[in-house]
């Protein structure tokens, strides 16, 4: 059964504080891992999908790697407007599409001006 | 990407009655999924819709608890029957996008007495 555990449950930091949110994952095969921003009310924002060990993708503050058993989600000098809820989901190798997502259940990300 | 709206934004209702949610996409999607997000879980699937055919139920879910209705390639309905407390939950659409990117509507949150 393919698995997603996300650390911390919750983390504060300050404006400008450094950090980086962990996933941990258990898939047999994976096809794709993903990265969500989800704010209060609202549904999940998509922010990255990664495929492959090694690989990483940016977009402003946020970075997001890969390894066989892991992605981090690194915030580099995170701002008020940074804090969210910030889910990871893996597709396995043997899914028939999109539906095939497991989830976390996420970090909640509070960053304090 | 994907547009989509999703109605009613939230709602209280009474035990036993139904709630039907609606999901409208400004674009043709094949795939239409319906998710739960109960607090402090995971995103769960609940079924995968496709215009044309009855939809897809994950394990733990009913048609006749969550009726779902796919009469075009833009719309979608998810009827939450004989709702009881336990039923109390954010409700989200959600469409297949190339490359398995997940959009999904703002969701519904819903609220039984």
């Known amino acids: 059964e393919d698995q997603v555990t996300q650390s911390p449950e919750a983390l504060r930091l300050q404006e400008g504080e450094s950090s980086s949110l962990n996933c941990s994952y258990t898939?047999?095969?994976?096809?794709?891992l993903f990265w969500y921003r989800q704010d209060p009310g609202k549904g999940p924002e998509f922010l990255f999908t990664?495929?492959?060990a090694g690989e990483e993708k940016e977009k402003e503050r946020l970075k997001a790697t890969l390894t066989k058993k892991e992605s981090f989600l690194h915030i580099t000098a995170p701002k008020p407007e940074d804090s969210a809820t910030y889910l990871c989901?893996?597709?396995?190798?043997?899914?028939?599409?999109?539906?095939?997502?497991?989830f976390g259940k996420g970090t909640h990300l509070i960053i304090q001006p | 990407s994907a547009v989509i709206s999703q109605k009613p934004s939230r709602d209280i209702c009474q035990r036993g009655t139904s709630l039907t949610i609606q999901c409208q996409v400004d674009?043709?999607?094949?795939?239409m999924f319906w998710y739960r997000q109960q607090p402090g879980q995971s995103l769960t699937l609940i079924a995968t819709?496709?215009?044309?055919?009855?939809?897809?139920?994950e394990s733990g879910f009913v048609i006749d608890k969550f009726p779902i209705s796919r009469p075009n390639l833009t719309f979608s309905t998810l009827t939450v029957s004989n709702m009881s407390p336990e039923d109390s939950s954010i409700y989200l659409c959600?469409?297949?996008?190339?490359?398995?990117?997940?959009?999904f509507g703002s969701g519904t949150q819903l609220s039984v007495l």
């Open positions: 898939v047999s095969g994976l096809r794709g």
């Open positions: 674009s043709q999607v094949t795939m």
């Open positions: 819709a496709n215009q044309g055919s009855e939809a897809t139920y």
């Open positions: 959600s469409v297949s996008w190339p490359n398995e990117k997940l959009f």
């Open positions: 990664l495929y492959s």
């Open positions: 989901a893996v597709q396995a190798a043997s899914g028939g599409g999109a539906d095939g997502l497991t």
